[in-house]
């Protein structure tokens, strides 16, 4: 399991592990899963549809790449 909160959304996202084989008693496994969870919630079109109607501006996040980097600085800022 990685040991870095990037590592660990990226392999969380690339399937290397899931939720089950989280260390209950780390101290960063459930905080880590919890944002990661929180952070992809927000690219639904249900939320986008939400944050529209609500008059707030989301970051567009035209690619991969760019939902990779959001999720990445996401990840470091816990």
């Excluded at 101290?27 to 969870?37: C, D, E, I, R």
């Excluded at 639904?44 to 529209?52: D, G, I, L, V």
Aim: net charge negative.
């Amino acid at each position: 399991m990685p040991e870095d909160p990037v590592a660990f959304a990226r392999g969380l996202l690339a399937g290397a592990f899931g939720p089950e084989d989280l260390d209950p008693r780390h101290p960063h496994h459930s905080g880590w899963l919890a944002t990661a969870v929180a952070f992809l919630g927000t690219l639904t079109p249900e939320h986008r549809a939400w944050e529209a109607e609500a008059g707030i501006k989301g970051e567009v996040l035209d690619s991969d790449n760019d939902m990779l980097a959001a999720l990445d600085a996401v990840m470091r800022r816990g």
